[in-house]
Every structure is written in C-alpha cells, then in structure tokens.
C-alpha cells in the first residue's frame, strides 16, 4: 500500500482519540476538526467539506448492533436518513480518575451487560438535539430570522416559509459561537410519538463494507513501519518458561528478535493476566508464525495439575454433599416447610467450561515511546483498552492515543487487556510499532472462560402442586452466587441460596450473559421438573408461579425491578405463537422456558425432533421479548436470533477441556460449533410493546432460557431430562 | 522459481515461502483484507475464495501451489461497489450481517455453490455450507442464499 492508501485505510472505520484532546475541547468543538476532515458539531455530528454527514457514535460495535441502534438516535434528532449518512466510532471521550485511570465521561464508551443502549439513550440524543439547535441558531443568526422559523431536514436548515436553505457544512462556522447562548441539555429529545427513526426497522449500517471486504476490523489494521509478533504462550494454565532455544528460530528469513515474555504477575498461583511466553518479532506475520513454531521451549506446568475437567467436576459434585456453603440468601423455615411438603423433588445439575470463541483472533498494534503510547485495536471497552495499555507499561492513560475498530464479536472477552498489554509490552522491548496476532489456539488456550458449577435444587410442594419452599446450593469455580439468589427465591416465600467455590486455576471472564447463561437453564429446568413430578401443565405452572407477586427488587445486578407481568406476557405470546401444547407427532416436542437477564425477559418455545437415541435437530424456536422500547426492531430480532443459536450451540457441543492444566480443546476440531445444517430453518422472534418509553437491553436476553427450552423440548421429546452438559454428551 | 497466479484478474508473482498458505498473502502481501483467518486449519471457512471457480479456504492452500492458478476474492466479487453481486445485495437485502467477520467467507462459499446448486433445498443448503458464523446468523444466511438464488434465477 502506498501511503495514501494506507491513511485512507487507517480512516476507513477506526475512531482516533487522545484523552489531552478531549479534556482540552470545548464540548461542542473537538480539537482534532481540521481542514481535510471538515468539522464537528457536537461529538456526534461530523460535516465534511464536501458536505457529507458522518454521524459519531460512542460504543465500538462486535455485532451487537451498537453502531446502528446509536446512529438511529442521532439520526433521528438531525433529521436525516441512516441512508444518507455516514457512521463512524467517536474518539474516546473519557476522563483520568483519582487512581490514574482511564474512565468514561460524558458517554458510556462500553459493549457488555446488554446496557449499553440504554446508557447512551439519553445522553447521544441530547447531545444530537443540541447540534441541531446550535445548526438551527446558526442559520438563524446568517439569515436575521427566529430560530423558530427554520427546521433541519436531510442535512440543511430550511426557512419554512421561503424554502431557502443551507447546507449543515455552511454553518459550522456560525456554530463555534453561540455556545453560551444555545445551552447544552436545553433542549430536550423528540417524544415517542414523534420518532420516524427509531423504533424502525434499520439495517447494519456497515452492511455494505462488510459484503464488499473492507479492513473494518481491528485484525485488519495497519500502520507503516510496523512489525510483527507471533508468542508462544505457556500452553499450561499457569505455568512458566523453564528455558528456551530460538537458535533455529532466529534463522528465519525476516526474524528480527525473539524475547521472552514475563508471566504477570510473577506468582504463579494468582490468576493469569497475560501468559508467560516467547515472542518472536518479524517483519512480515508469516515469518513471525513460522519462527515461533520452531522454538524450543521448556514449560513448567507443575502448578496447574490440578486445574482439569474431569477432577474439578467431581470436586463440585463432592462439594455438594460435603462442603461448606455461604447463604446468599434466605427465608422462611426451609426445614420445616420440606417436612410439611406432599411431595419433594431434587435434583442435580453440572456444566463445564465454555469457550469464547471469538471468530477474529484478537490482535492490537501498540507504539511505545518513553512517554507516550498509540494503540489500534478492536475492543470492548474504550477506556479498558487504554488502561491495559497503563498498566503493561506505566504510560499515563492522558499519554495514550487509542484507534478503535470493529470487533469480529466480542461476547466479553474482548473486554479483557491481555491482548494489549502484550503489544505494549513488546514495542516497549523492542522500540518497535509492534501487532501482535493471535492464532485461534492462542485466543482458546488463553481464555477467560464461562464458569464450570455443579448444583442441587431443592423444592417442597404442597398437594395442590405450588412450590412452598425452594433451595438452590451451587459449587463451582466460580462464585456462583447470582443463580442461588434468582428467582423463583423470594417469589416462593420460603427459600435458601448457598453457595461455595472451589479452589481453582481456571481465568473465568465475562461470558455472553454471564452467570445468567446457565442460571436460567438450571432452573427453568428443574421448575419444568416439578410440574413434571407433580403432573401439572408446564405453562401453567409458570403462569402460577410469576403471578404469585406483581413486582420485586430483584438482589442481582442491575437491581432493578421486575414486574412479573411482563414474564407472564412473554411467556403467554411464545406459547401462543407457537401453539404450545399442541398435538406433536412421535419423537418430537416442545419446550417452553422464560428467563431475565439483567434488565430484560425473554421466552422461548422450542421444538425438536429425535434423531434416533442420542440426537436431535431443533426444528422451530418461538421467542418473545420484552427489551423496553425497540430502538430497532430488525436488530433486535437479530440479537435474539443470535442469542438463540449461541445457547443451541453451547448446550449441545460446549465443552472447552482442560487435561491437568493442558486446555485441550483449542480448535474447532475439538472444540465444535454448531453450522447452518443445525439451526433450526423457522425462527419466529415477537417484540413484545408495554409502550415503554425507553429502551433496556437485547444483547444478551435470549440466550438463557433457549438452553431449558431446548432440554425441556428434549425431555417432551424423548422423555430424558438432561442434567448434565453438553448435550451431546448426556443424551 | 517465481510463482504467477492472478487474484481478481490481476496478475502476480510470488518467490517467498511455498508453504505459506494463500490466506496470508491476500492478507499481508496484496492488500486484500477482507478474506478472514478464523482458525488456520480449513475448519471455519472465513478465508474461503474462489481458486479456478471454485470455493477453497485459503489457509488450507500453500502458495507453491498456485502457478497458474485464477483466485478471486470477496473483493474481486463485483465489478463495483455500485454494482454487487446478487449474493451480496441478498445479504443486504436480508440484513445478514452481525459482526460480519465470517460474511465475506460465507458470500464466497454461497456464490460457488450457487453455481452448482441454482435452485437449494434447505437440505442442499445444510450440505453445501459448512462455515462457520459465531454471531449465528444463520436464520438469516438460509434466508439469503434463497433469495439470491431467485434473484439469479430471474436475471
Ligand atoms: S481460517 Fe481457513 S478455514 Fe478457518
Ligand atoms: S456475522 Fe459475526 S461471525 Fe458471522
């Protein structure tokens, strides 16, 4: 690539921003506006000189949709078209706390806890409303008119009553003026009822880029002059580099050093950061990639022998019997009420680790100076992927000019620093720009996985077949507090949560709805159990069940309220949807599960069809959810359509393995994933309106009761009740 | 020796490392970064294009293999932005992409089997497509590949 070309590239979907800027600008003026970029009105709202409308959005999207659902927002306040426009990431707008750290400011600049629309709702729109107003003023004072005369449509501010008009590129300028008068947050967001935006259905806004192949992704980036690193990452949990040889390395054609990387921290019994290792640096990736297969390299695994599936798995499983739990939560008289019950039904459950997976390997590119640092990279969190950098190497966050990208999904683990730390750390070492690329065994082997918990539930039923008391213990290498306090506790008044971890190795992360994942399968399970034990109608039961309150604080995050109406409407339009309950011919059957996952509720029904004993397609899911108000309904859908195969496919095949300390699972040959021969042909997703008027969250919402309606379709199905996973091995 | 191929009608050569496989040099050597490395050992298909018409994933396919070969890749795929192929204004049309990593992976191995397959069942489909997509589109894929076939069909 010449260098244009190269900056063109460098341009094409990456967000530049330095902290100093930020904290410098004026908050309607960016100091990076310069002539060839045209100029910014607002964070949101870049006007080129040709006249073109970029709209700058505050969260980095991994196919979650962020990028659009916020470009709706502000379309919708400047009165443009997603069609018209352009959509960019906006710089990092944060701040350095107290403790050094980087932090957001005036936006959320995050993707996790299925939040993030609702962080931004207010603020994006506001500050979109604001750059009209200042547009609007702008055009007013050039023309000696009220404001109140002109409207800004499709990127010009009209004089209503003459049609005259002038284009947003025209009025930049006038805007740098008028900010003590226009005040910012004085104007408030259009009303519901006003949205020709959102609330509609809109595409990716990168669609086209990303059928056309454009270097969107942060794997994709280049900057001149750099080199390339290949690591050798401990292939132990925990381990060291006893020695090493790159003799043999060292004689590749376009090896230019090989260095050693320190495990952090140093104490091999505290959980990893970034893995002990050797890179080797190269000109080209290639050569990196070849050289660092040839080394050489002596671990120490001994740490790590007892991190394994098979043993961690039965010390959860003993714990359940022996060990000594922590009460999460608790009330009423759980003995008494199990001596009074008419019938008790326990059960126990297990899971094992899942893996990310993220289809892009993760790769960052770091230049480190003495005391400065530029990062490009695709990550989660804007001010996390700054902090990594801090923390691998000293440089201030306020000394840290960050690019961001588009991720090849993200699902939590690219929330994680480790992959920016190594950059920083190598281009320190070297006085090099350096990219480090990850290979898929690296991004398994390295993985912050979902956590491995065994359970026991509990419940004490009385003759009428309602739950009196219930009681979840959960054992794992986690905490896995969060499922032993969910619901139905509390809803059923009698109730105790336990739980314990095991001493363990094992880097658990953020995995797409972490904790609630498996929390809803184990107990939405266990709840169509007991209508099973008890002979009752399994919709019935959970209609009962979430009518017996209107409303509760619920005690895991956010702490929100949930209003059991609406997991009674969810529940009530899948199974409607899809007939449950209706006749179903041999080998086949329905599930039907709900579940909350931090701020929203989603119901499935699924159907499947046997495949002799031990196999299963799954036909149809029905899904209705309720997210709040649906900035983009078309989005929405996709999520939940995403979330679904995500819990098909980690239910049926999800099992990342570790053979004392060795993750031996670290491809997709040994690590399967579900393929369009598996996935149901019918999807039938409904948005379920309570005429809300804000958004809460998508991203991860269907995917924890698409596990129990898959097992409870199963069980219909077959009659086997799956209480071990992954399905494909338990069936 | 030196190697000649053409990717997208162009012609190269090549006289580094035979073993390195094709992916890495769309990627690294000609600029072309839209084919994808999802797992370097032909199981996810995110570096598929197009060698001779048909479809191959690129990491699986060294590069002292190639002489003579014809390669296209996602961004040789249409004449131009203006003017996509069916199978990519079918991902459009059907909002296909999530992330969209796999997607250009995904377009190829679809317009290869298109060719043979011009009319798919859902079972040639569950046969003929085996990539890989994490954000699991593939609701919406299935969807696609039926309606550029039409769209195909029509023209
Ligand atoms: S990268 Fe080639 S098949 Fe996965
Ligand atoms: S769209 Fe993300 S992997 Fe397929």
Request: aromatic residues 6%; contains cysteine; proline residues 4%.
């Amino acid at each position: 690539m010449n260098s244009l070309s190269r900056r063109l590239f460098l341009k094409s979907s990456a967000a530049t921003a330095t902290l100093a800027i930020a904290l410098s600008s004026t908050p309607f003026v960016l100091a990076q506006d310069d002539e060839a970029e045209g100029g910014h009105v607002t964070p949101c709202l870049r006007i080129g000189t040709d006249g073109r409308i970029t709209l700058c959005v505050p969260i980095p999207d991994m196919g979650q949709g962020m990028e659009t659902t916020a470009a709706q927002m502000i379309a919708e306040e400047l009165n443009v078209r997603l069609e018209d426009v352009d959509v960019e990431l906006m710089p990092f707008l944060g701040r350095v706390n107290d403790e050094g750290r980087a932090v957001f400011g005036r936006f959320y600049q995050g993707g996790g806890g299925s939040g993030s629309t609702m962080r931004i709702w207010t603020e994006v729109r506001r500050t979109a409303a604001y750059a009209r107003t200042l547009l609007l003023e702008a055009a007013a004072r050039q023309w000696q008119v009220p404001r109140s005369t002109l409207t800004a449509v499709n990127g010009e501010v009209i004089e209503t009553a003459t049609g005259r008009a002038l284009p947003y590129s025209e009025l930049i300028e006038g805007t740098r003026f008028i900010g003590d008068e226009v005040k910012e947050n004085s104007v408030d967001p259009k009303p519901v009822d006003r949205h020709a935006v959102i609330g509609k259905d809109a595409r990716n806004v990168h669609g086209k880029a990303i059928v056309t192949g454009k270097p969107i992704f942060g794997i994709d980036a280049e900057v001149p002059d750099m080199v390339h690193a290949a690591i050798r990452r401990c292939p132990h949990l925990n381990g060291s580099v006893q020695r090493f040889d790159d003799s043999a390395a060292r004689q590749v054609a376009g090896v230019l050093d090989v260095v050693e990387m320190q495990r952090i921290p140093e104490d091999l019994s505290t959980y990893r950061t970034v893995a002990a290792g050797v890179a080797v640096i190269a000109r080209d990736l290639w050569s990196a990639k070849k050289a660092a297969a040839l080394l050489e390299i002596e671990w120490d695994g001994s740490v790590s022998q007892e991190d394994d599936t098979d043993l961690l798995r039965q010390k959860c499983l003993n714990a359940l019997d022996d060990g000594e739990f922590n009460t999460s939560i608790e009330g009423g008289d759980l003995d008494a009420a199990f001596d009074a019950a008419a019938q008790t039904v326990e059960a126990t459950y297990f899971h094992p680790h899942w893996a990310h997976t993220c289809i892009e390997p993760h790769s960052c590119i770091a230049r480190v100076t003495d005391d400065a640092a530029e990062i490009w990279v695709a990550h989660q969190f804007m001010d996390a992927a700054i902090n990594g950098v801090t923390n691998a190497v000293g440089i201030s966050p306020d000394k840290v000019t960050a690019h961001y990208y588009r991720m090849g999904t993200g699902f939590g683990r690219k929330f994680e620093e480790d992959y920016v730390m190594e950059a920083a750390i190598l281009s320190k070492a070297t006085g090099q720009t350096v990219k480090v690329t990850w290979s898929r065994e690296d991004e398994m082997e390295q993985d912050y996985v979902n956590s491995l918990v065994a359970y026991r539930v509990r419940a004490a039923v009385d003759s009428d077949g309602d739950i009196t008391a219930w009681h979840m213990k959960a054992a794992g290498d986690t905490v896995p507090a969060i499922v032993t306090r969910e619901y139905p506790a509390r809803l059923v008044d009698t109730y105790k949560g336990e739980f314990l971890q095991v001493p363990n190795g094992v880097s658990r992360g953020a995995w797409r709805g972490p904790h609630h994942n498996v929390a809803g399968w184990v107990i939405q399970s266990f709840l169509d159990e007991v209508a099973a034990e008890t002979g009752q109608d399994r919709l019935e039961a959970l209609l009962k069940l979430y009518g017996r309150k209107e409303s509760l604080k619920s005690v895991n995050w956010p702490y929100r309220d949930t209003f059991f109406e609406r997991y009674r409407a969810v529940l009530e339009k899948a199974a409607s949807e899809a007939d449950f309950g209706k006749q179903m011919s041999v080998g086949r059957g329905q599930g039907i599960a709900v579940h909350h996952t931090f701020v929203s509720v989603c119901a499935h029904v699924v159907e499947v069809e046997m495949i002799g004993q031990n196999d299963y397609r799954v036909r149809k899911v029905t899904s209705a959810i309720d997210c709040g108000l649906a900035v983009n309904p078309l989005g929405v859908r996709a999520q939940v359509e995403s979330g679904i195969m995500d819990g098909l496919c980690a239910a049926k095949y999800g099992k990342w393995i570790l053979d004392k300390g060795l993750v031996t699972s670290n491809n997709f040959d040994t690590y399967r994933k579900m393929r369009i021969d598996e996935a149901p042909t019918d999807v039938d997703v409904h948005i379920v309106d309570f005429g809300d008027a804000e958004p809460r969250g998508t991203g991860e919402v269907s995917l924890p009761p698409v596990i129990p309606a898959l097992t409870n379709a199963i069980f219909a199905a077959s009659g086997k009740r799956i209480r071990s996973l992954p399905i494909s091995e338990n069936l | 020796m030196a190697i000649s191929f053409t990717i997208n009608g162009v012609g190269r050569t090549f006289d580094g490392d035979e073993e390195m496989p094709l992916l890495w040099h769309l990627r690294e050597e000609a600029g072309l970064k839209g084919t994808k490395f999802g797992c370097g050992i032909g199981q996810c298909g995110a570096c598929t294009v197009h060698l001779d018409g048909d479809a191959v994933r690129s990491c699986s396919v060294p590069m002292g293999s190639l002489a003579g070969a014809s390669i296209t890749t996602i961004e040789g795929l249409a004449d131009s932005d203006d003017n996509l192929h069916p199978v990519q204004e079918a991902w459009l049309e059907e909002d296909v992409p999530q992330c969209g990593y796999c997607q250009a992976g995904q377009i190829m191995a679809t317009v290869a089997f298109l060719k043979d397959t011009p009319n798919p069942t859902d079972e040639d489909i569950n046969a003929g497509i085996t990539n890989l997509c994490r954000c699991g589109t593939y609701f919406r894929i299935r969807k696609a590949i039926k309606r550029a076939a039409e769209s195909m069909a029509a023209t």
